[in-house]
């Protein structure tokens, strides 16, 4: 079965630090994701992109945040300067299109983001 | 804002039926979810509900929406110990751009 992969599964990183987080959507799929989960907390939205541009964003998606679909198969997650609250399980997620009947969300298994 | 909600912790003896409820508060949403999330692996799609459906039953999976009251429903019938794992409802009210969770409910399936 088609997936959604993520790499790095775990990264330490210092506060201050820029990080990238990656990941291959499934690969018909036009819709993508990011969401976290910070520890012992809901899973947040924090952005949605189509067609090469941010479709939709959450407040927690600020000015630190980026997203990038560099090539025709990654979509990546840019925090520019870390902070300690940005320790989470990021989540990227994929899905063939919305609005439609039957639209499902895939998601990745997470890439567990600690900053110290 | 919109908001979901469930209780925190399910037990149950295997071979029963367990029941995760989860209620929500947006009166427009469209879809709703049930994703499941085993230690260290990421949220599996389970099943989801489109809103003008009551009932969707899937092998050992039934949804129950009960729209009036904003509350939805997962059954799992004959629960095995590999169902043991954290069970998210999720809302979404444009069918699928921003998902809203619930906090989780942790099943504990005992032998």
């Known amino acids: 079965e088609p997936e959604v992969t993520q790499t790095p599964s775990h990264q330490v990183t210092q506060m201050g630090q820029e990080v990238i987080l990656r990941c291959v959507p499934i690969?018909?799929?036009?819709?993508f994701y990011w969401y976290r989960q910070i520890l012992g907390q809901k899973v947040e939205f924090l952005v949605s992109?189509?067609?090469?541009?941010?479709?939709?964003k959450s407040e927690i998606f600020d000015d630190q945040f980026s997203v990038e679909r560099p090539d025709g198969s990654n979509f990546t997650l840019k925090i520019r300067s870390t902070k300690l609250e940005d320790s989470a399980m990021y989540f990227c997620?994929?899905?063939?299109?919305?609005?439609?009947?039957?639209?499902?969300?895939?998601f990745g298994e997470g890439s567990w983001l600690t900053v110290v | 804002g919109e908001d979901v909600e469930q209780s925190l912790f399910l037990s149950v003896r295997e071979g029963d039926s367990s029941v995760i409820n989860c209620t929500y508060t947006?009166?427009?949403?469209?879809?709703l979810y049930w994703y499941k999330q085993e230690p260290g692996a990421g949220l599996q799609l389970l099943t989801y509900?489109?809103?003008?459906?009551d009932m969707k039953q899937d092998q050992r999976l039934t949804v129950l929406l009960n729209k009036k009251d904003k509350h939805l429903s997962l059954r799992i019938a004959d629960t095995q110990t590999g169902d043991s794992a954290i069970y998210f409802c999720a809302e979404s009210r444009n069918a699928g751009n921003m998902l809203t969770f619930g906090g989780g409910t942790r099943l504990m399936v005992k032998p």
């Open positions: 509900i489109f809103s003008n459906m």
């Open positions: 992109f189509y067609n090469n541009e941010i479709s939709e």
């Open positions: 997620a994929s899905s063939e299109r919305p609005g439609s009947k039957g639209n499902t969300i895939y």
């Open positions: 690969s018909n799929h036009l819709y």
């Open positions: 947006d009166s427009s949403s469209t879809y």
